[in-house]
């Protein structure tokens, strides 16, 4: 789907919270997706066109501290709950154990304190990031600043800077924006409410994409 979407439109992106190493591996992106843009850790990492990965120079100033953080929240972290290291951030997960979201919680905000991390809430988890401005829609903002047009697809609170970043370019220019909520039963309820249109789930969204794939014509 992402090799159609690239051969058609003349921006194609996945912008996550997570690695690009992560993403790279789990989208098994190789040469056919070489026009494809990826970002992590909010748009502090990104591929390049040779397979390399470029961070923001603000990322030197914080691996010593985020690594101190990850092992204390090892050393920490409720039961039932569980960390993820993430390289450039971690989270606190609570999906498997919805009673450990309080401690969990009151942790992460502790070891943000104690680092100078900031604090992001997601579905049943909360992350550690680094305390800098970067965030899904100044990625958007950047990549979309050329184009007449743009479609956001997301499912969680990290994605509503995506969706008001269209919204902010359809209300300073001629641009036509579409923000496209994938739901479950743990979507945001404001994420939902600022869509265009609601998918359901994964199948959902890929049902989307392929028909938009379908209705484009080949870039040029």
Same mark, same amino acid.
């Not at 470029?54 to 953080?69: I, Q």
């Not at 809430?121 to 007449?148: F, H, M, W, Y």
């Not at 309820?189 to 209705?215: C, H, N």
């Given at each position: 789907?992402?090799? *159609? ?6 921006? !194609? ?15 098994? @992106? ?8 990826? &970002? ?8 390049? #066109? ?11 100033? &914080? ?6 953080? @990850?092992?204390? $929240?090892?050393? *920490?972290?409720?039961?039932?709950? +569980?960390?993820?290291? /993430?390289?450039? $951030? ?11 979201? #309080? ?7 502790? @070891? ?10 997601? *579905?049943?988890?909360?992350?550690? !990031? ?5 965030? /899904? ?19 969680? !609170?990290?994605?509503? #800077? ?17 923000? !496209? $909520?994938?739901?479950? #039963? ?10 265009? +249109? ?9 049902? +989307?994409?392929?028909?938009?794939? /379908? ?6």
């Amino acid at each position: 789907m992402l090799a *159609r979407l690239t051969a058609r439109f003349g921006v !194609v992106a996945v912008v996550s919270g997570r690695p690009v190493a992560f993403l790279v591996e789990r989208l098994g @992106i190789g040469p056919a997706l070489a026009r494809l843009g990826v &970002y992590g850790h909010y748009g502090l990492e990104h591929l390049e #066109p040779d397979g390399s990965i470029a961070y923001d120079p603000l990322v030197d100033d &914080y691996a010593g501290v985020v690594a101190a953080a @990850i092992r204390e $929240a090892h050393a *920490r972290v409720p039961t039932g709950a +569980f960390v993820e290291d /993430k390289g450039l $951030a971690l989270t606190l997960h609570w999906r498997q154990a919805p009673e450990a979201a #309080p401690a969990a919680i009151e942790l992460a905000h502790e @070891i943000a304190e104690g680092h100078g991390l900031a604090i992001r809430q997601g *579905r049943r988890a909360i992350e550690l !990031v680094l305390p800098v401005a970067n965030d /899904k829609g100044s990625v958007v903002t950047s990549l979309l600043a050329a184009c007449s047009a743009g479609c956001v697809l997301g499912d969680d !609170v990290g994605d509503i #800077p995506a969706f008001t970043a269209v919204d902010t370019l359809a209300q300073s220019r001629h641009f036509a924006g579409v923000r !496209v $909520a994938v739901t479950s #039963p743990e979507a945001p309820e404001a994420l939902i409410a600022s869509a265009d +249109f609601v998918v359901e789930g994964p199948a959902g969204a890929l049902g +989307f994409l392929d028909e938009l794939a /379908k209705r484009a014509s080949p870039a040029s």
